[in-house]
């Protein structure tokens, strides 16, 4: 039972456009949202974050916007760089989960130069 | 500071033996996690240490699976008898709880040992 949900495996981007990740997740009780990204070799690195009480964090290329009702988050870089190339994983937590995430099977986003 | 660090690296078994993977997490960092990620899934919780408390194991697989973590430090990963669909990349990640603060404590991932049982 996949309880978040990355359905596009890839996605590639012309560098300087706009890159538009999507997730979503059927647990009610998920209470915060992360997004982390992994380079080939490396473990995941945090990337951004947002509260269920929140509907947009932004921190500088990245956005992530929380749509609630309809149990959908995405994530958007923008300006994308080919550095920015890597398998982008949805995360979230469950209220009360001793911080255990449940992970999506992630999305891997090209960006050519 | 030094972050997450696992070995090995990478491990080549046979079916039946036992594997011994190891965690050395963030100085400081009283939480550690274990996830593993197979081939073309996503991430799976396997088991969350914190402090002294008692583990939470609930993401273990099967009795083959057992981890353990001296104090606040260094965490072994033992896998016995090791099957063909245990291969995959294994994952420790640690945090910083303090207590108190809201919102999330950060996990920060080692990079990983690939199990690969033949």
């Known amino acids: 039972d996949q309880q978040v949900k990355q359905n596009s495996p890839s996605l590639s981007v012309q560098e300087g456009r706009i890159s538009i990740l999507n997730c979503d997740y059927t647990?009610?009780?998920?209470?915060?949202f992360l997004w982390y990204k992994k380079y080939p070799a490396e473990g995941p690195t945090f990337l951004i974050s947002?509260?269920?009480?929140?509907d947009k964090n932004e921190d500088g290329r990245f956005t992530v916007f929380l749509n609630k009702s309809a149990k959908h988050l995405s994530l958007h870089i923008v300006p994308s760089q080919p550095g920015d190339s890597a398998v982008y994983f949805c995360?979230?937590?469950?209220?009360?989960?001793?911080?255990?995430?449940?992970f999506g099977k992630g999305i891997t986003l090209s960006v050519r130069p | 500071g030094a972050g997450v660090s696992q070995s090995p690296s990478n491990k080549v078994t046979e079916k039946g033996k036992d594997v011994e993977l190891r965690c050395d997490p963030i100085s400081g960092h009283t939480a550690l996690y274990w996830y593993r990620q197979r081939l073309g899934q996503g991430l799976e919780f396997l088991i969350y240490f914190q402090g002294n408390s008692a583990p939470d194991k609930s993401g273990l697989p099967s009795d083959r699976f057992s981890a353990e973590r001296t104090g606040e430090s260094v965490s072994t990963l033992t896998i016995q008898r090791t099957q063909q669909e245990d291969s995959a990349v294994y994952l420790c990640?640690?945090?910083?709880?303090?207590?108190?603060?809201?919102?999330?404590?950060?996990?920060?991932f080692g990079p990983g040992t690939r199990l690969t049982v033949l």
């Open positions: 990640a640690s945090s910083s709880v303090r207590g108190g603060e809201r919102g999330y404590n950060e996990q920060f």
């Open positions: 995360a979230a937590r469950r209220a009360g989960a001793n911080s255990k995430l449940t």
């Open positions: 947002i509260s269920s009480i929140k």
């Open positions: 647990n009610s009780m998920f209470d915060y």
